[in-house]
């Protein structure tokens, strides 16, 4: 099976950058797209970015759009999530899964999932 270890998160004031990294221990043969999801404290988890194998269009929640790159290196199994301009709003819990598809424009999580990685960015 695989498992999912997210990096990177951190504190920041607003306007910083951070990478964070989601290393998988082996390939998901049948995965087409693996994601980046985000949950803060009282609300819903909300796919913020999503990269296919195919080479197809990346996703990207509105929210983001022009902030965050989300990248892979598939030599290292791994998914990046690059994070600028940071907001106080983009504090939350963040975490990666290994399968993804989006729906309504929205991106829904599934197969493995990390444990998380924590965002906080202070204004």
């Known amino acids: 099976e695989v498992q999912l270890v997210e990096s990177g998160g951190g504190s920041v004031q607003a306007g910083g950058s951070l990478r964070l990294s989601c290393a998988a221990s082996?390939?998901?043969?049948?995965?087409?797209?693996m994601g980046w999801f985000r949950q803060a404290p009282g609300t819903d988890r909300i796919g913020v970015a999503g990269?296919?194998?195919?080479?197809?269009?990346?996703y990207y929640h509105d929210s983001v759009k022009g902030r965050f790159v989300i990248s892979r290196d598939n030599a290292k199994n791994t998914v990046y999530l690059q994070m600028n301009s940071l907001k106080p709003e983009d504090s939350a819990m963040y975490y990666c899964?290994?399968?993804?598809?989006?729906?309504?424009?929205?991106?829904?999580?599934?197969?493995?999932w990390g444990q998380g990685t924590q965002v906080i960015v202070s204004s």
């Open positions: 899964a290994s399968r993804c598809l989006v729906v309504s424009n929205h991106l829904l999580g599934f197969g493995t």
């Open positions: 990269i296919y194998t195919d080479g197809s269009s990346p």
């Open positions: 082996e390939v998901d043969a049948e995965s087409k797209c």
